[in-house]
């Protein structure tokens, strides 16, 4: 399996610009997950979904930010407009849930080092 | 409602052991413990669930303490592998909500 796929891997856009990031989960999970990473406040959760539904989006910063899970195999995070406080790492999970529970073992993806200057 | 992690960060010798804790402020259902190289994405280690269950990977292991709220992970006889950033991710008592990653632990393995 090809894993957890995201791109684009590098993104340097400037402030005001609508940055889009892409997702492609490991195919037959069904839960999805978008992550953001600072050395200030570390890996927090922006939003997940599960069976293509937005479950939880309370961490998404604000309404600059939106994501879309339009069929199971594609997920986009963006961000219009940009500032340069979104720099950071941009991380996408998925998971295969069984059951009642929410939480197994997340597979991420590599990443998008988004900068905004 | 973000675990505290300790230490920030370690450095040990090949060899040697460590021992990372995670505390909570909240009851915890779950703890789930990832490793991130530098540059590259978190990896899954190892998920306890409340019952003070021990569980162990390679010569990492950890324990859940669910009365005081913590969770420790154990290195034993460290790699230079093992070199990387731990999270531990917690999961509140009442079920079925996200993960909340702590701030990690740096963990270092030198020759």
């Known amino acids: 399996d090809a894993g957890v796929i995201q791109s684009p891997r590098h993104e340097v856009t400037e402030m005001g610009q609508e940055v889009t990031l892409r997702c492609k989960p490991i195919?037959?999970?069904?839960?999805l997950f978008w992550y953001r990473q600072t050395m200030m406040r570390g890996l927090e959760l922006l939003i997940y979904f599960n069976n293509n539904v937005p479950i939880d989006d309370s961490g998404m910063p604000e309404d600059r930010f939106s994501a879309k899970m339009p069929n199971a195999s594609f997920s986009t995070l963006k961000i219009q407009p940009s500032e340069p406080r979104d720099s950071a790492v941009y991380f996408c999970?998925?998971?295969?849930?069984?059951?009642?529970?929410?939480?197994?073992?997340?597979?991420f993806g590599p990443g998008t080092r988004l900068t905004v200057t | 409602q973000q675990p505290v992690q300790s230490p920030q960060a370690v450095i040990l010798r090949e060899g040697e052991d460590a021992v990372i804790n995670c505390s909570s402020s909240?009851?915890?259902?779950?703890v789930h413990w990832y490793r991130q190289k530098h540059g590259e994405a978190p990896v899954f280690l190892m998920i306890l669930l409340k019952g003070g269950e021990q569980k162990g990977h390679e010569k990492i292991s950890a324990s859940f303490n669910e009365k005081k709220q913590q969770s420790s992970l154990y290195l034993t006889a460290s790699q230079l592998s093992y070199s990387g950033t731990y999270f531990c991710?917690?999961?509140?008592?009442?079920?079925?909500?996200?993960?909340?990653f702590g701030k990690g632990t740096r963990l270092s393995v030198i020759a």
């Open positions: 909240k009851a915890l259902y779950s």
């Open positions: 999970a998925s998971s295969f849930v069984t059951g009642t529970g929410i939480n197994y073992e997340q597979y």
């Open positions: 195919s037959g999970h069904n839960s």
């Open positions: 991710g917690t999961e509140r008592d009442s079920g079925n909500t996200p993960l909340v």
